[in-house]
């Protein structure tokens, strides 16, 4: 195992009607700032209980995050920030308004020019205002991670700080039953792909980290399927596992003391910054390809997925990796989500441009040994067509 520091500061309060909570983890005399995005919280009734919540709390809103949050929309909440002395940040929504409200936070303290430097310089973050979560839509773990995506014209950039890990996060899995069968798919298979990249490397003998992302990629295709089946949609536990799983896979905890890959996410990337492709799937066409490309140095753990995620056993290897990988497509497509790039309509000749983007982004050397180059990622492209 690799030496690691763990320490996610999150306070998760998990169940059904947990939205009072906000009331006691935000400080009373705090200026609030709810963030949410395009109006979703105010037919399923989330917008009800927050406001119900912060009865005795100063609190202002800004509204219109987009999925893929775009760094114009973001900058337009520091105006609200400095006019009301905002101190805290309360996000309400999914992924994309969890990384705005960081983005948002980060940018309120900043002290250089542009706070674009954060992604585009990685500028280290050096303070940032306190967020708190309630999360709607279970997928990238974003409520108890210190991750953030943004997307300044058509450049999808990450940053990554501890000062803008929340400090409480709320999920209930109630809210997501007005969720469409579309994010349903995506954060399922967002959820799934966070752990392959966390798991299929190399063997360090992190036995405890392997474990959990096996039971966490097992609960994830067995469940799946189940929240997008009209008989079972709408039981709680099915939508309570995914939702803990979703959280588990990217709070840290499986990440720490293992090699990491995230090359299937920063190609996918490319994919919704050019062509506007929902995140998920772009991770479910470039995942397969770089099973197959990457074959030989993930050999062992490909081996291991396919022994204890999809008990194959009867084969040799060879055979065990070709029917894993067949089984993990064949999982996306039960999950509604495309396999290849001709399923979104990308053509052969829009490589070319996908790699230059790569290239614009310092996106030269991924993978768990930095060996996925521009030619490899040409590779994997090419094989995902
Ligand atoms: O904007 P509203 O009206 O709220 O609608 C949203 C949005 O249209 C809707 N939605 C959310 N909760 C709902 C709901 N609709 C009905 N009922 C509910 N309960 O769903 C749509 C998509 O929301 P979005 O937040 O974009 O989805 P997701 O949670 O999948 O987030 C995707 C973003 O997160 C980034 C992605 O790149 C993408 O920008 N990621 C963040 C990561 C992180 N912070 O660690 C890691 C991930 O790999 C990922 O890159
Ligand atoms: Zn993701």
New binding site residues.
Partial sequence: MLNFSFHNPTKIHFGEDQIHFVANEIPADAKVLVV??????KS?G?YEQVVNALTDHTWFEFSG?????SYQTLMKAQELIQKNDIDYLLAV???????GA?FIAAAALYEGDDPWDILAKQIPVKSALPIGAIL??P????ES?G???V?RDGN?L?FSSSLVKPQFAILDPK??L???DR?IS??VV?AFV?VMEQYLTYNVNGKVQDRFAEGLLQTLIEEGPKALNPDTKEHLDIRANIMWSATMA?NGLIGAGVPQDWST?MIG?EL?GGFGID??RTLSIILPAVMKVKRHEKHEKLVQFAERVWHLTDDNDEAKIDKAIALTEDFFTRMNVPTRLSDVDITEEKIDGIIEKLAQHGMVELGEHQDITLEVSREILTLAL
């Fill in positions: 949410y995005g395009g109006g979703s919280i399923n989330v995050i987009e999925p893929n949050p929504g999914g992924g994309s308004v969890v990384d960081k709607t839509l997928a990238t773990g974003s991670n991750n953030s995506v997307t999808k990450p809210v997501t007005s969720l469409s994010q995506n954060g967002d966070h990217l996410h990337h919704t995140h998920a």
